[in-house]
């Protein structure tokens, strides 16, 4: 057997200890479950805080990959690429926007979207003071830009100061937005659910009026979807609920379900009156690679209908975690939708969390007293009710 103390403090010795990391080092996994590096299952209702849509394994999205890297990995965006290319135009055809730039992680999509956002603003009126409405407990990324757009103090206090001009309303607080709107507003950027915030969606009322005001001052709507999009809750784009559509959406996680990609995708508006040549770039946003996983990870979609049975599954993890709040008082509240969900409770969930991995169950929290669940979106009935067998005997 392997010695996973060993394993942790050599870790401990090498990696820069910015993680808390949880006692435990995962060798390979397969469809639901990971394995530890001696063997031990564990059910997984993480998923790579939301990448790995499709689970583990999966035997089409592997040979794609090896396929590709036995041709070519890496060529930089001076030169067209047939992946890349493909990619774009399923994006273009799922979200209902216009143009994609690729890169290689979420937070470097909000960069790219905030960027976006200030040469539109800037190209109508020269002006270089434009402001950003953000919200409270927001979670945008680490990188400056999206961390200076992320409403939680504790994430941007040592790293001051921030880029300027952001100001910060509150979710589902209609006036806090209007209060702060005045002419150097360039975009309003938010999560269609909030995550790391708490898991709370936005209500139906609230987005559409946030849409209805952008239209009317010509201000950007800017949708972080990089945890709550790619069918986590229920549909492709969790914006398509609320019947609205974003000016910039920004996109992960599961995009690549597994390979690290992003992007921010621009409708025509704001494609054509920003960002020109120069303007933005990136070395390995839009690899060969990276576009042969977004490819296959919407061609698995199509085939496994990856979205339907979010929704489906997501419905019965409701009733499931319903019924468990029921049995425990200590469960305050329980939010989220479709495979995106949490169960607040009135305390710290750190000890909850620990015996459920001893259990063999893996959970992550979302803030300290909330358990969020967030399994791949190949998740089955049974699945679901080991997990809340588990949590149960854990409660």
């Not at 209702?45 to 990995?73: E, H, M, P, R, W």
């Not at 806090?176 to 950027?189: E, F």
């Not at 599961?254 to 621009?266: M, N, R, Y």
Request: charged share 25%; glycine share 10%.
């Amino acid at each position: 057997m392997s010695d996973v103390n060993t394993i942790i403090n050599e870790g401990e010795e090498y990696i820069l200890h910015t993680y808390n990391r949880f006692p435990v080092v995962f060798d390979h996994g397969d469809g639901m479950n990971l394995y530890d590096v001696n063997g031990k299952e564990y059910l997984d209702f993480v998923s790579g805080i939301g990448v790995f849509a499709l689970g583990y394994n999966n035997k089409k999205y592997k040979d794609a990959l090896k396929g590709q890297i036995d041709k070519i990995t890496h060529t930089s965006n001076y030169y067209w690429n047939e992946p890349a290319i493909n990619a774009a135009k399923k994006i273009v055809k799922a979200t209902g926007l216009n143009k994609v730039f690729f890169t290689n992680s979420g937070a470097e999509a909000i960069e790219g979207a905030i960027k976006s956002a200030r040469k539109y603003a800037y190209l109508k009126d020269g002006a270089l003071d434009h402001e950003i409405i953000a919200f409270n407990h927001s979670f945008h990324g680490r990188t400056m830009g999206a961390l200076s757009v992320t409403g939680t103090e504790k994430y941007r206090h040592d790293f001051q100061p921030m880029i300027g001009n952001i100001v910060f309303a509150e979710m589902n607080d209609i006036d806090s937005v209007k209060n702060l709107i005045n002419d150097k507003t360039c975009a309003i950027l938010m999560e269609t659910l909030q995550g790391e915030g708490g898991i709370y969606p936005a209500d139906a009322a609230f987005i559409k009026e946030i849409r209805q005001i952008c239209d009317e001052k010509d201000i950007l709507l800017i949708l972080d979807e990089i945890q709550c999009g790619m069918g986590r809750t229920g549909y492709l784009c969790a914006y398509e609920r609320y019947g609205i559509k974003p000016d910039i959406l920004t996109m992960a996680k599961a995009l690549g379900s597994g390979v690290p990609v992003g992007a921010f995708v621009l409708n025509e508006k704001v494609a054509k009156n920003s960002l020109v040549a120069g303007d933005h770039g990136t070395t390995y946003g839009g690899n060969p690679l990276a576009g042969t996983a977004i490819n296959t990870v919407f061609d698995l979609y199509d085939e496994l209908n990856i979205v339907d049975n979010a929704k489906e599954m997501g419905d019965y993890l409701w009733e499931k975690l319903e019924l468990i709040k029921a049995n425990h008082s200590e469960i305050i509240d329980h939010r989220g939708l479709g495979l995106m969900q949490g169960l607040q409770f009135n305390r710290p969930v750190g000890e909850y969390i620990n015996k459920a991995l001893d259990k063999g169950l893996v959970l992550i929290n979302a803030g300290t007293e909330i358990i969020r669940f967030l399994p791949p979106l190949i998740i089955t009935r049974a699945d679901i009710d080991k997990m809340a067998d588990i949590l149960e005997s854990v409660l």
